[in-house]
């Protein structure tokens, strides 16, 4: 297992975009899958998109054409590109890997 730490959360006025990182502990070069969810208060969390070791992707239907997730072995880094964002994008947003949680982003979307 990795230790995951998530950056890049702020605040972004809708239509805008963020970039979140995160950074693994160790290699994720053998890391299968890897990926984002996302917790908005008073829901439950939910999945917002993954990126295998191949870099096959698959997004939620809400966000795509929206948000793209991306892989560097070398850095050892996940990355989540987000663009024209909307209030209901606002949440916690979560680096997954088998066995491992970050501890999570705020992103929030307000004018």
């Known amino acids: 297992q990795v230790q995951l730490v998530e950056s890049g959360g702020s605040l972004v006025q809708p239509g805008g975009s963020l970039r979140l990182s995160c950074a693994a502990s160790g290699s994720i070069f053998s890391i299968n899958y890897m990926g984002w969810y996302r917790q908005a208060p008073g829901k439950q969390r939910e999945l917002v998109a993954g990126i295998t070791s191949g870099g096959r992707t698959d997004y939620a239907d809400n966000v795509k054409g929206r948000f793209t997730i991306s892989r560097d072995n070398a850095k050892n880094t996940v990355y989540l590109q987000m663009y024209s964002l909307k209030p209901e994008d606002t949440a916690v947003y979560y680096c997954?890997?088998?066995?491992?949680w970050g501890q999570g982003t705020q992103v929030t979307v307000s004018s």
């Open positions: 997954i890997s088998p066995g491992s």
